[in-house]
């Protein structure tokens, strides 16, 4: 079945510091990858998206590039903010199939 | 518009109760789901309506039961839970069914605690 893998946290950074947030996947196809946030107290938002291979999703600052050949869609960002402080959801998807597979979530927090 | 409310924010309900979740959004989207979330751990889904039916249950027990009365709002009703079935519970939309029909909007959630 698919699988979604991210890294352990919780992950403590100083502000202005350089994030990157692993995630592999295991899936037959050409699935869409996702990252969503979950800030305290709130449901899920999505960061960003790639619905193929070498694609890049960016928002906010953030980015993840699609990459077929290692599985991965990595979490990246240049410079974090106290306000990144959120738990982070790696998914993956199909075209036409409701469902997503998360990952266990990775809590980042921000350090001024 | 793009946001997804639910009622109440927190619920407390002992083992005998019946209570209702609520959801509503009003964005015109097509889908609607319910994600039951524990504690550090991922969202795990429970039901899709699409276009107002019923399109997929995850094997969830029969003491909650869905309801999505018309495009905008969706139910979820509990009776007879356990304990165990304490958790945030979720309430998402999307202009269509699957990943490709857009964006998953996520409510705040209901914090449930069945004692």
């Known amino acids: 079945g698919n699988s979604v893998t991210q890294m352990e946290g919780p992950v403590t950074l100083s502000e202005e510091a350089f994030l990157t947030i692993n995630c592999t996947y295991t899936a037959t196809g050409y699935p869409s990858l996702f990252w969503y946030v979950q800030y305290p107290g709130e449901g899920l938002q999505l960061l960003l998206k790639?619905?193929?291979?070498?694609d890049k999703g960016s928002n906010k600052g953030f980015e993840a590039t699609y990459r077929k050949e290692t599985t991965s869609f990595h979490l990246e960002k240049g410079s974090v903010q106290v306000s990144d402080s959120a738990v982070y959801f790696c998914a993956l998807g199909y075209f036409g199939n409701e469902k997503l597979t998360f990952g266990t979530g990775t809590r980042l927090t921000i350090i001024p | 518009d793009t946001e997804v409310t639910q009622t109440p924010k927190h619920l407390v309900m002992g083992m005998t109760n019946k209570k209702s979740l609520k959801c509503e959004q009003h964005m015109g989207h097509r889908a609607m789901y319910w994600y039951k979330q524990k504690a550090k751990k991922p969202p795990e889904l429970m039901f899709v309506y699409s276009y107002e039916k019923l399109s997929i249950n995850e094997s969830v027990p029969s003491r909650f039961s869905p309801e999505c009365p018309n495009s905008s709002l969706l139910n979820l009703h509990l009776h007879a839970l356990q304990p165990e079935d304490s958790a945030l519970y979720l309430c998402?939309?999307?202009?269509?069914?699957?990943?490709?029909?857009?964006?998953?909007?996520f409510g705040p959630g209901t914090r449930l605690t069945v004692t």
């Open positions: 790639a619905t193929k291979a070498d």
């Open positions: 998402a939309s999307s202009q269509d069914p699957g990943p490709e029909g857009g964006e998953q909007y």
